[in-house]
Structure formats: C-alpha cells, structure tokens
C-alpha cells in the first residue's frame, strides 16, 4: 500500500508555498513577457522562420560549422517555408532548404527543420510555458544525450534558448521518416519499433540519477504533484487528486530512468523500412526522470487503438521488458513490471484527464487547440481503458477507493468530451 510519509501540516505548509511562489514566478514572468514582445530585443538567434529567413548567413554559418555541408560542396541556394502551423501541440517550425553543388559538380539540396517557441495569444499562458521549463529540458536533452547511441533523437546542428522564453533549434530533417497521425493510431506492425526505441532509452539510464548528462531532468517533486492535483473541479476532485498524487508518487519511486514524458505517436518519426533506418522522438520539452513503464503505457493509451491495444499490449509488455534484461537491467521482474505498468495508465489516465477536464493552470490557448483536435479521439481511448482496469488490483494495491474512481472515471467521460469539443 502507498502512504504518504510526511505530516499533514507539513504538507499544506509546503503546499501553500508552491502556490504562493507560482503565482510570483508567472507575474515576473508575465512583466519579462511583455518588455520581450514591446522591444523585441535582438537575440544572439533568430525568434521565428521570418527572422530565420533574414539571417540566412548566420543560418548557413551554423549549418556548416556542424558538419552539414559537404566537404568540397558550394552552397547556391538558401530558403525558408513554415510548415504544421495549424496541428496540435505544434511550437513555430519552418523547413529550411539549401541548396549545394558538391564536390562533384552535381546540384543537392540539404533540408534542415527550425523550431520555435509557440505563439501564446494571452501574456500569461507564455508566462506558464516558460516556468514549465519546457524548452530548458528539450535543450538539455539536445545537448547533453545528442551524442548517445541509446538516445533517438534527429541530428541537432543548433540548440539555444533564452529566459524571455524564446527557443531555436536547426535540427536534421530526417529523409524519408513516416508520420502517424494521432486519430490513425499507431498499427501493431509498428509499435514493436516504439517498444525497442522505448527499452533501449530507458535502459541506457536506469537508475543513473548521479548522471551529470542528465542532472537537468528530475523526478516531479511531492510540492507540485500536491499543487496539480488541487486543479481538479468537480464533484469528484478530491477523488482525481488523490489518484494523482498517489499514482505520480509511485513513479517517483526507483528504479527511475530517463523518459521522453509526451511519447505519443504524433512525436514519433518512422523508418521508411523498418530493415533499415531508426525510429526518432521529436519534441522532447516534457522529459523527466520516472519509471519507464510511463512512457509505455503513455504510448499504448493515447495511440494506439483500443481493439489494437487488447490484442498486443502482453506481448509489447514481454518485449520491452526481455529488451529491458537484455540491455543489462537487473532486479526488475516481469511482475514488476506489470504492476508498474497499471499505476502508469492510472497516471496516465489523471494527467491527461487534468487539461481534458479544464482545470490545468497550464491548459494555454495554444494547447486548447490541440485540445480541441485530440480530445474526443484521446477520451474514447480512456474510456476504453476504464473498461479494461483491474479495479480489484487497484483496490489490492493502493489506497484508493476502487470502486468510487470506476464510477467517477464513468462520470468524467462526459465532462472531458464536452470540454473537447467547446469553440475557443
């Protein structure tokens, strides 16, 4: 059984704390917001593919200085095009293409992405962005894991951010890569892929926490799993935060290891062949220490199609978890693993459920579009999660009242869908 270890005035104490400090980090946040947009002060790199686009030298200086040209190859052509500038969760991207004749004599063109910080319509929800620490983990992840095998990540030829909130990456953009769309799902042909990419990952660094690559990245503290778990609304708030805490808390706990945090199909890029290439993870600004069952169980809900999750959800679990031992990992049993793996959808199911049900201090305009698209999609597939729960595990295993969280679980359904479709 999971309890909590700390005295309840201890707790409200450090409670009251994280919020009072929230609520100063946004206002000086929301005051540096607003002198960055007023002056727009010149950045040691571009903010967005129009500034991008008039510093083509410095691009084309930073492009080649990583390698990226050829060796013997003159570059003759330089361009810019945003693109994603409608899909959900997106920051500001563009593809930059730039045209070469190598050594050879032969035209080329070599095709880089940019990314950006996302446009935020209120100077708040960029407040609440920045203070997530978003681009801080993507950075790190960019410039401290880049150079590892175990890491699937595209080639990176720049990383920066600054504390007004701006970002730029020039990342590679991968030849011939296959999108999956989030309502498609990800087919079963694929998630194999996803499973070894995840194992290999995670593996890499289990129970590595004194790694100092990967000192940017933390567990989420006790302090603000308390203040998110308090953002529910409802009649059944008090039952959703006591899911959070207690199922955010058992993740906390070892053996910990890196997780990507948001590896949903759509920040998945697919080998062309699956003989050939590599799976790559994009968009890694929810990274964190946890248990890797996390990013599974993550990956297996929001993206996967139920009839399809039913059938093949034992057998990725026995596959990730004999890549898991082959890599090196000890001590970590298949019974392990599944218990692990149902605290993970239960987290799962509350984390999501917490913006779905718009309650979440960081629901920004920008992800209520995202919310718009995904949410019916992503609530059909907790609904049919909460058909297949182990309620008599989770009474076994936990604290919680089993079958008071089925019934809510039942109720919220409802809520979540109607707050998916609501107009902005």
Known sequence: MLTAH??????VAESALVKLLFH?????LMVSSWLDRTLRPRLAFPRDPRQLAERQRWCLDIWTAAGGLPKGATIEGFSVEPF???AAFRSQCAQVTIGYRDAAGDRRDAHVVAKFAPKANHLRDHAI???QGNHHKEIGVYRQLAGDRHVPLPRCYFAAEHPSGNLCLLMERVAGAIEVTERQGCPAEKCDLVVEAMAELHAAFWQRDRDPRTAFLTVVP????DFLAEQFVGPDRALFGQLLRTVWRHDGQAPTTVLHGDARVGNLLFPPDHS????????????????????????LVLSVEPAVRRVHAERLLDRYHAALLRQGVQDYS???LGDDYRFACLLTLAFVSLPLLSAESSRTSHNQAGLRELGEV?????????DDLDFAWMAAHTDLDAAALQAAFRRSQGRASSHAHSPA
């Not at 100063?24 to 000086?28: K, P, S």
């Not at 006790?222 to 799993?225: D, G, S």
């Open 6 to 11: 700390r005295g309840p005035k201890c707790a």
């Open 24 to 28: 100063v980090a946004v206002f000086v």
């Open 84 to 86: 994603k500038t409608s």
């Open 129 to 131: 962005f920045v203070l």
């Open 222 to 225: 006790n302090a603000v799993i």
């Open 276 to 299: 050939a290439g590599r799976l790559v993870f994009i968009d890694w600004q929810a990274a964190r220490k946890g248990k890797g069952v996390f990013d599974l169980a993550y990956f």
């Open 334 to 336: 298949r019974q392990t």
């Open 378 to 386: 992503w609530t059909q597939r907790m609904a049919a999660l909460v």
